[in-house]
């Protein structure tokens, strides 16, 4: 599903350039769960961004579920972002105006669904989350598992291939983080949705079927 | 998604109240200024519209040229132009003439009214017309027949307001009989024609006689061949609807040599003709008429028309620098969008419809706001704007886009800038507020003190100038002072009882009759010559008929010589007294004798000798805006001659003695209507144009000083809430209050120190072109700028401290742990 071939990333500095990812090779196939793991600054936020295609690399070849992502158009990566991939944030990021039905409604939104397919989606999700009651709190009436949780089901809801998820439970404590990889597991084994993570965490890493380390900008 | 959309905009609003409340009110106040001065030009542009046939209506304008070069401009026109180009020149459909005597304003009407009670009220601007009038100007008449309304000789013709006040219902005024007397006479006339007035013209006529009344109409038909002089009517023509201005404007100088040549030739000056369109009338400044109502400059329009935008432009900097400003809280959200799957345009669009919906909340509060000050706005500008104006459709709709418009410009700015973050560095945690944000929010905000900078220097210049013409010597006494106007054959062969009345009151210094006084236009005028020269070389001098008592009365000065006096036989023959201007300009050097001195006028042929008794101290007939010109006064020994009565009198208790005074006079007067005026409101008339102009520079320079304070408050709220975690530890380390208000606001005070830089030579250009108006005025000096600079910096600085010090006096460990 995803194929990176020499992929290198650099910023410039100064009058240098600083090089982020040095000729990454890496593929993940549908349905993995993969941890990505190493030290801070070693790039692994900028691997995950190339590869959710919000940040494009200075060289190489990614192909996603085929596709050269480099040849797609603006209007293609919209639409994969629309339906095939799904963002979990370390920092949550919900939208503090919204309450927890609006937050998870939103991405639907963007597909131009009918509001009676919106509502059966939402309420499943919220069902399946077991955050029900919850759905009229604002993000900041919520604790940070559940903030998160709201995060997921909101990544989930537009039913996404492959969810990157990028430092996920870093600001949760263990036992919170435990739900948090469970939820993942489940959704990787029972829905086949493939998982990209980025984590600290070994026991985290655990919940997954494979462990990329990054150290420098490079594989090892 | 629209909802989704809606819903955000208004938990963001509700959100932060404060921010809401700035943009929003600043925006509304913006709106609604824009509305009332948007009202107050459709008002001005709204003059003769009302006239079907108006694109072919022009009035006649004049160029007179003396062999000096001096060229004078002028509206009227001697008599006999409008049949003579009528009949000479075929572009012309029809011509008529307009009358009206200023120094005979007020006419009384003895009428009876609807419960048949007798009543008599003096009138005013009623204008005497050729019977044509209507054929030109075709007002829409509610009653009567405008074909034939003043083909009788004893026609009268009433506005819909003016018969409305008298016989309470317009129409009921058709065929009642008014007799109206003026110096014109005494004359018994019927109503054959009420007009809807509820339309601006340059006429602004409560009524219309024939010109077949009294003095003017034994003029009219004496006076069919003198071209040249007696410029005292307004000629306009009707052109045929395929005839143009230029075409007929070029056979004018032709019309003159075959007309009017051999009397100009007499009379020594050269007249140039000139066609003004209807429609640019009003806005023919440089057309000094007081028969007409007040022209005005477009300039002043587009002044106005940039002050209004200038204020909502200040309202839109305000919303656009607080949505940037705080576009670091919205990031996270577009990051989020985008990696959803949310194009630019999406977001662009979010935005911009954020940004509608404010200014639709604005547009909503501006109306209500326009509608609760317009009272106030029309005393400010002497305008009458009713309500059901402005909640007319056609208004509304033009505010509605002009509202949507002001949302796409103050939302586009944010919309693009918002739209365009990059989720990765969004998510990254990047501080997204970038160096060209921050740019462009100080320029944003610099223009903003300019323009306000602008607006108090303006007002402080205005200020003082409108001092100076209140406090500057005139020459002459301009305070208690009474005049009473004799319009009537009774009261002005009557004034010699009424001066006696009064000479014996002690509070009374002295009385006089006069045909004008400084607050009225001084019509008459003559051009006089040195012994040994000819009319060519001669000086125009203003010219004022008056009695013994009038120049002690006033109180000018006198220089050389003696005033009037009725103990010499000459003075009503041949005396004149005249200013130093006068001296000057019959070529004496100032300060010479020219007691004695003979001078001449001429007219048709005939020589009028005369010899200068008197030389008083230059002194300001009219409004400062004139430079002293040449100024003569005659002795006038017959009573009727006086238009006024002037009474200057040594007690400090007006109202007192206007009591007496009302007394007398309705004692001596028992049919005429008590009516006074004093001198110097008159006088002060001069300047109520320039008063309004002050008055508006005011308001609207303190509302946009109010809008500016306003944004430039939310901006320090904003950065102050953003260092709440930078002044804890600054705290901690031992930084004072003082130093961290000064930390706080010194960068804001930059920017307005910069914005008075830049802004003191703007002010400085645009007060000297309105300085330049006024042939006596002040000079802008550097105190102004001082005062002005102090003010922004105070103000601006008074803004900044509440939130500062507020910010400064935190508890340190609460403002770190916030974060
Ligand atoms: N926009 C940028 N400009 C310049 N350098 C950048 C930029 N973004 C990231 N970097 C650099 O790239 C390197 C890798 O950053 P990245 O965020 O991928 O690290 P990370 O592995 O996710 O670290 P962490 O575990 O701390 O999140 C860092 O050294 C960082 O300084
Ligand atoms: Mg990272």
Redesign the interface.
């Known amino acids: 599903m995803i194929q990176l071939h020499r992929i290198s990333k650099y910023y410039p500095v100064g009058f240098g350039k600083n090089e982020v990812l040095k000729d990454v090779d890496l593929s993940i196939q549908e349905g993995e769960f993969v941890s990505i793991m190493g030290p801070s600054g070693s790039g692994k936020s900028t691997l995950l961004h190339i590869m959710g295609l919000l940040e494009e690399p200075s060289a190489g070849e990614y192909l996603f579920q085929y596709d050269p992502v480099h040849k797609l158009s603006e209007k293609k990566r919209t639409e994969l972002h629309r339906n095939s991939i799904g963002f979990v944030f370390q920092a949550y990021h919900l939208i503090d105006e919204l309450t927890v039905y609006e937050n998870i409604e939103t991405p639907l939104l963007y597909k131009n669904m009918s509001s009676a397919e919106r509502k059966s989606r939402v309420a499943d999700i919220l069902d399946r989350f077991n955050i029900v009651a919850k759905k009229d709190l604002f993000p900041n009436q919520l604790s940070g598992g559940q903030q998160q949780l709201v995060g997921i089901a909101r990544a989930l809801v537009a039913e996404p291939r492959v969810i990157f998820a990028d430092e996920p439970t870093g600001n949760l404590h263990s036992s919170q983080a435990k739900e948090i990889m469970e939820l993942f597991k489940e959704l990787n084994t029972k829905d086949g949705i493939t998982i990209v993570q980025v984590t600290h965490s070994d026991i985290n890493a655990t919940f997954g079927n494979r462990v990329i380390n990054i150290a420098d900008g490079k594989v090892v | 998604?629209l909802f989704?959309y809606i819903?955000?905009a208004w938990?963001?609003l509700r959100?932060n109240k404060l921010f809401s409340a700035i943009n929003i009110m600043g925006l509304a106040i913006g709106l609604a200024c824009c509305m009332a001065l948007v009202l107050y030009i459709f008002n001005e542009l709204s003059y003769d519209k009302q006239f079907k046939k108006g694109d072919q209506i022009y009035l006649l304008g004049t160029d007179f040229i003396r062999t000096s070069g001096d060229k004078e401009s002028g509206v009227s026109s001697s008599a006999p132009f409008a049949y003579a180009m009528k009949s000479e020149l075929p572009a012309i459909a029809q011509s008529t003439r307009l009358f009206r005597d200023p120094a005979s304003d007020k006419i009384l009407f003895r009428y009876t009214n609807q419960n048949n009670v007798q009543q008599s009220v003096f009138q005013q601007r009623g204008f005497y017309v050729d019977s044509t009038f209507f054929d030109v100007f075709d007002y829409k008449f509610i009653a009567g027949n405008p074909q034939n309304a003043l083909q009788n000789p004893q026609g009268l013709v009433l506005s819909a307001t003016l018969a409305k006040n008298l016989y309470s219902n317009p129409v009921n005024a058709l065929g009642k009989v008014i007799e109206v007397e003026s110096n014109m006479g005494k004359y018994s006339l019927t109503v054959t024609g009420v007009f809807d007035d509820s339309q601006l013209n340059h006429i602004g006529a409560n009524f219309f006689m024939p010109m077949t009344m009294g003095w003017i109409a034994e003029f009219v038909r004496s006076n069919q061949v003198e071209f040249a002089a007696n410029n005292m009517f307004m000629t306009y023509f009707r052109l045929h609807e395929n005839a143009t201005r230029e075409s007929l404007e070029k056979l004018l100088p032709g019309f003159i040599e075959k007309y009017a040549r051999k009397d100009l030739t007499v009379i020594g000056f050269d007249k140039r003709l000139f066609l003004i369109p209807l429609k640019e009338i009003h806005f023919s400044a440089d057309i000094k008429s007081n028969i007409l109502t007040p022209t005005i400059t477009k300039k002043y329009l587009y002044i106005l028309g940039s002050i209004a935008a200038f204020l909502l432009v200040i309202g839109c900097i305000n919303f656009m620098n607080l949505a940037t400003a705080r576009s670091a809280k919205r990031a996270?959200?577009v990051?989020?969008?985008?990696?959803?799957?949310?194009?630019k345009g999406?977001l662009i669009k979010q935005f911009i419809g954020e940004s509608m919906m404010i200014t639709f909340i604005a547009f909503g509060i501006a109306v209500v706001l326009l509608i609760c000050v317009l009272p106030l706005f029309n005393n400010l500008t002497g305008k009458q704007i009713s309500v059901l104006q402005v909640l007319d459709w056609k208004i509304l709709v033009s505010f509605l886009l002009l509202s949507l418009l002001t949302g796409v410009l103050a939302g586009s700015y944010p919309a693009f800038y918002l739209s365009m973050f990059?989720?990765?560095e969004v998510?990254?945690?990047k501080v997204v507020n970038n160096y060209s944000a921050i740019f462009l929010r100080k320029g944003l905000v610099v223009f903003q003190f300019i323009i306000t900078i602008c607006l108090i220097l303006a007002a402080l210049v205005i200020q003082m100038q409108m001092k100076y013409l209140q406090e500057a010597p005139l020459g002459f006494n301009k305070d208690q002072q009474i005049i009473l106007p004799l319009q009537t054959e009774y009261t002005r062969s009557h004034i010699n009882v009424i001066k006696e009345a009064l000479r014996n009151n002690s509070q009374v210094e002295q009385v006089a009759g006069t045909q004008f006084y400084p607050g009225v236009t001084n019509f008459g005028d003559f051009a006089l010559f040195n012994e040994g020269q000819t009319v060519k070389d001669a000086k125009k001098f203003s010219r004022n008929w008056v009695d013994e008592n009038f120049l002690e009365g006033l109180g000018v000065k006198l220089l050389q010589g003696r005033l009037f006096s009725t103990q010499y036989k000459t003075d009503s023959l041949t005396s004149l007294v005249i200013n130093e201007a006068g001296v000057r300009a019959l070529g004496y050097k100032q300060g010479e004798n020219v007691i004695g001195k003979k001078v001449y006028a001429e007219w048709h042929g005939e020589r009028e000798q005369m010899e200068i008794v008197g030389v008083v101290k230059d002194f300001h007939f009219t409004s400062l805006h004139e430079k002293i010109e040449p100024f003569s006064f005659r002795f006038e020994p017959n009573s009727d001659g006086y238009n006024y009565c002037l009474i200057h009198v040594n007690t400090t208790d007006i109202q007192g003695f206007l009591r007496t005074l009302e007394s007398t006079w309705n004692r001596i007067y028992p049919m005429e209507p008590f009516t006074y005026s004093m001198l110097s409101d008159d006088f002060n008339r001069y300047y109520s144009a320039d008063q309004r102009t002050a008055s508006i520079v005011n308001v609207f320079g303190t509302i946009a000083i109010v809008i500016s304070c306003l944004g430039l408050f939310g901006l320090v709220a904003f950065s102050t809430q953003q260092r709440t975690k930078e002044i804890g530890i600054r705290k901690v380390l031992g930084a004072s209050v003082t130093q961290i208000v000064t930390l706080l606001s010194r960068d804001f005070l930059k920017l307005v120190v910069l914005a008075i830089v830049i802004a003191c030579p703007l002010a400085y250009w645009a007060m000297n072109t309105w300085l330049n108006d006024f042939a006596y005025k002040i000079k802008i000096e550097w105190w102004m700028y001082v005062v002005t600079a102090v003010v922004a910096l105070l103000v601006a600085g008074l803004t900044l401290s509440y939130q500062s010090i507020k910010a400064a006096l935190l508890n340190p460990v609460k403002s770190i742990k916030a974060e």
């Open positions: 998604m989704n819903i955000v938990r963001n959100r996270a959200e990051g989020v969008r985008k990696s959803m799957g949310a194009t999406a990059k989720p990765v998510l990254k945690g």
